[in-house]
């Protein structure tokens, strides 16, 4: 809360050096301060929702926002209507979030999109893209935080934690999706939003997975709880609460990794390309069942065995799932062959049946460092 404070106020200041003067002052009147934007499709064009930081609350009512929406055949075109309907300019200096419905991204494709923010130079190139699933785009800035009402603020916090290391999703902003769609080999993958009701029918916003491009279209939608595996592929996996059976018992066990490396590397077999991820992990058991006795290196060493397997099996089955049932390689794997190996790159058949001839070697070592907090069950 205290870093949306301080949000506002430096906007409230830069507002201040802008324009100068007393005499100005009251030229405040005549912007609003755009949180954040979210695009859906309509029947003859498009529907931009955007959510304003409430100008008139006071820091002990707490921060809050107002929703609008504007309507037209392209986005800029809704963007240049709100003179005329509002007698007011928006200023995007703070804007977070860019949310495209699901609708758009998989039956229009989002490059053009992207091109038309990257030409409107009041709108930032790092403001963060995510995919809405669900009914609306709409509907997730019409959301509430858990500690602040405005929804934006509450998407960028959890995609950018302020002094934290983020284990929940990928950043993606409009120059990093616009070079990933530009870059031989790279596959686009955004953060998934959606809305949940609590008991009392109050709507909140969340993080719920990821949204895989083939192209600039939206191809397939993976759960949350996959997100995690598809950061060890790609070496971004900060902390993860890892849960997995051992193969004997059947008993649940659990592990905080805090710390993780993944090291890529690839060659050619006779009739395959094979990817080798190399993944060490290490962390703090967190849960056991009654009985285990991690100071024992027997026990200990079949709890990082079990688990190891289990983070192999993981990561591989996501990354295989992709690229047998839709051809899609989220790891960027052929951005690795463009990158190190430009002879292999030129005569390879870049198709998704040619993704087919991939395969996956997971080989992953997770340690116990210490045994945490445990909690037996």
């Known amino acids: ?6 949000r506002i106020i430096s906007c409230a200041v830069c507002f201040l050096l802008l324009f100068g003067g007393c005499g100005n002052y009251h030229e405040l009147n005549e912007f609003d301060i755009v949180a954040g934007m979210a695009i859906d499709s309509t029947e003859d064009g498009y529907k931009v929702t955007l959510e ?9 009512e707490g921060l809050s926002s107002n929703i609008i929406t504007l309507e037209s055949e392209t986005v800029p075109a809704a963007l240049a209507s709100s003179n005329a309907r ?15 419905s699901e609708d758009i991204a998989r039956d229009e494709g989002i490059m ?26 709409e509907e997730t800035l019409c959301a509430k935080g858990i500690d602040t009402a405005i929804a934006s603020f509450v998407l960028e916090e959890i995609i950018r934690p302020p002094g934290k290391t983020n284990s929940h999703t990928k950043e993606i902003s409009i120059y990093s999706a616009l070079d990933t769609l530009n870059t031989p080999g790279k596959t686009l993958v955004l953060p998934c939003v959606q ?34 595996f598809y950061l060890y592929a790609i070496g971004q996996l900060q902390t993860h609460e890892f849960t997995f059976t051992l193969p004997e018992s059947r008993e649940q066990i659990s592990i905080q990794v805090t710390k993780s490396d993944t090291k890529r590397s690839f060659y050619e ?15 703090k058991l967190t849960h056991t069942p009654p009985g285990i006795d991690i100071t024992k290196l027997k026990e200990k ?6 688990a190891s397997e289990a983070l192999n099996n993981s990561v591989s089955d996501l990354l295989t799932a992709c690229l047998e049932e839709c051809g899609l390689d989220i790891a960027d794997m052929q951005y690795d ?6 002879s292999l790159w030129e005569k390879l058949d870049r198709t998704p049946e040619n993704l087919l001839n991939i395969v996956i070697d997971v080989n992953a070592q997770i340690e116990i460092s210490s045994s945490g907090n445990i909690r037996n069950t």
């Open 112 to 137: 053009e999109l992207l091109n038309n923010f990257l030409r409107d130079y009041s709108i930032r190139e790092t403001i963060l893209l995510l995919v809405a699933t669900g009914e609306s785009a």
């Open 301 to 306: 060493s079949a709890i990082e065995q079990a």
């Open 195 to 228: 809305t949940w009701q609590d008991e009392e029918k109050t709507t909140y916003v969340e993080i719920s997975g990821l949204a895989a491009f083939s192209g600039d279209r939206l191809q397939m939608l993976l759960p949350q709880r996959e997100t995690p």
């Open 269 to 283: 077999s006779e009739n395959a390309i094979v990817f080798r991820f190399d993944i060490t992990a290490s962390g």
């Open 52 to 60: 304003l930081v409430n100008k008139e609350g006071s820091m002990q």
């Open 1 to 6: 809360m205290v870093a949306l404070k301080h």
């Open 337 to 342: 062959i463009y990158l190190w190996n430009r």
């Open 86 to 100: 509002f007698n007011k300019q928006f200023q995007f200096g703070n804007m977070q979030v860019i949310v495209i």
